[in-house]
């Protein structure tokens, strides 16, 4: 089973901040990486499949990159409404899918 | 619109069944694999079970596996998960999720559905 490590657990920033996110596996996932953002009481949102490619809707400051078992996902100017929690999803080698342990975006 | 809405969870003591189910609209459900995740409270987010779009295909997490059973019907557009011998640490939400952009990826989710083993 593929672990993803993600960190840091929490980051605090302020609005207009840049965000930098990072995903770890325990082995190669070549590209097939996803990241989602999940606010309080909804379910995910799908931000970023195959590493680096914008889902439908997804805001350009969002941006993702990385290969093989380094991956960050990079808000460039955070809005109020991208405080929330992301999470890494690896798809390269399952079952099973899994899923880091999230981090947390808060408000400094 | 794509909308998937989960119903079937509720409060169940350890050892007893129920059945989730998770209704489709806005896209051709009888084309696409679907999943089902979970989230203890509080905790992140781990994938259950995943079907393929013909159910040739089927696969569970360890944690579930002989216990859980994943099914669909094209014709209803209709996602269902059966589960048996439920332990306290099933307690979660469980939400339906569909790969509609690209395989083995979870693309529109359902609201999601409370389980909660609890004698």
């Known amino acids: 089973e593929i672990v993803l490590t993600q960190s840091p657990a929490t980051l605090s920033l302020s609005p207009g901040e840049r965000a930098t996110l990072s995903c770890r596996a325990s082995q190669s996932v070549t590209n097939y990486l996803a990241w989602y953002q999940q606010k309080p009481g909804q379910a995910p949102r799908l931000l970023i499949y195959?590493?680096?490619k914008r889902a439908t809707g997804i805001p350009a400051r969002f941006s993702g990159s990385g290969s093989g078992t380094d991956f960050t996902l990079t808000i460039s100017s955070l809005e109020p409404e991208d405080f929330a929690v992301y999470y890494c999803q690896q798809r390269n080698n399952w079952p099973p899918l899994t899923f880091g342990g999230g981090t947390k975006v808060e408000i400094k | 619109e794509v909308q998937l809405v989960e119903s079937g969870g509720g409060l169940v003591q350890p050892g007893g069944s129920l059945r989730l189910s998770c209704a489709a609209s806005?896209?051709?459900?009888?084309?696409?694999?679907m999943n089902w995740v979970r989230q203890a409270p509080g905790k992140g987010l781990e994938w259950v079970s995943y079907i393929s779009s013909a159910s040739s295909t089927i696969y569970y997490a360890d944690s579930v596996k002989g216990r859980f059973t994943i099914s669909r019907d094209n014709a209803k557009n209709s996602l269902y998960l059966q589960m048996n011998s439920l332990r306290v640490e099933d307690t979660a939400v469980y939400y339906c999720?569909?790969?509609?952009?690209?395989?083995?990826?979870?693309?529109?989710w359902g609201q999601g559905t409370l389980v909660t083993v609890s004698s």
């Open positions: 195959d590493a680096s």
């Open positions: 806005g896209f051709t459900f009888s084309s696409y694999s």
């Open positions: 999720a569909s790969s509609t952009l690209k395989l083995y990826y979870f693309d529109y």
